[in-house]
């Protein structure tokens, strides 16, 4: 479901009976009400109380409007922030773990990589751009009406290499520290956990160095051509433009290395906030 394209149909309907309302009912109700009111006139206690009554009772929106124009401005406010300050979305898979977990709640900056327009998708501001480390949400190259998040692993010009699960960056190898082993409690298992540093950000992944992990990719793809696959792993050249992004649980996210770049029209933003977790609160906070 897209709820920008709900929401934007939902600000017009409202904002024209809104507009509707203003300059066209609320006077109407208005004059019948003076009309009304003046019939009224005897000069007593009694009158004045009986023309406020009347007066009420006749100015007040009928509840169609009440349920359109009177909804406009919390509409709009909610579009607005939605669609350029920050928008919330619900972790769906472990591909992210152990940065995120099934089930977090999170918030995306709409700011940070340049102000687009809700809906069209057109950059009209460009402000920054996403680096390598930074957490990134954005539309699945296959099937734009599907979001996904994965962390950006290399930009264009950037060549990565993968081979038997450990990645390079322009011929240097990043570096990993172990850090023992992470409990999934929604699998009930146990997976080694390393420490690694992409661009300025440091951060957790789950891989297992000591077991080759076949890569292939799913379809062909744009610039296919820039990436050589081996059995035990590939090499691309990352294009102009374009994103190579990973999950942080390495060997349990379908991500660049089998559909391909994530091309800069697709960035929905930057997630930056954990608001929520039902299952477990303590995790509310900020991540990198």
């Known amino acids: 479901m897209n709820f920008g394209l709900i929401l934007f149909i939902l600000s017009v309907i409202t904002f024209v009976a809104w507009l509707g309302d203003k300059f066209v009912f609320a006077p109407a109700r208005r004059a ?70 099934v089930g977090d709640l999170i918030l995306v900056n709409k700011f940070s990589y340049g102000v687009r327009l809700p809906v069209i998708h057109t950059k009209i501001l460009d402000v920054g751009s996403p680096q390598r480390g930074d957490t990134m949400v954005f539309r699945y190259p296959k099937d734009p009406s599907v979001d996904y998040i994965k962390r950006v692993v290399a930009i264009g010009g950037d060549k990565v290499e993968i081979e038997g699960n450990r990645l390079s960056i322009n011929g240097k190898p990043v570096e990993l520290k172990p850090l023992g082993e992470f409990f999934d409690s929604e699998r009930l298992s146990y997976s080694k956990q390393y420490s690694e540093v992409l661009g300025t950000t440091e951060h957790k992944i789950l891989t297992d160095l000591e077991k080759s992990f076949p890569i292939a990719p799913m379809e062909p793809y744009a610039y296919r051509e820039n990436c050589n696959y081996t059995r035990t792993g590939l090499s691309c050249t990352v294009p102009a433009g374009h994103f190579f992004v990973m999950g942080d649980n390495r060997e349990n996210s379908l991500d660049s290395r089998f559909w391909g770049f994530v091309p800069e029209a697709n960035i929905v933003g930057r997630a930056f906030f954990i608001w929520m977790n039902l299952s477990a609160p303590s995790r509310i906070g900020s991540f990198r």
């Open 32 to 101: 019948k009400a003076d009309a009304a009111v003046a019939r009224l006139a005897r000069g007593d206690e009694s009158e004045r109380k009986q023309q406020a009554e009347v007066r009420s009772r006749l100015e007040r929106q009928p509840w169609y409007l009440e349920y359109t124009a009177g909804l406009f401005p919390v509409i709009i406010a909610v579009f607005c922030l939605r669609s350029f300050v920050a928008e919330p979305f619900k972790i769906p898979t472990g591909s992210m773990i152990p940065t995120l977990l």
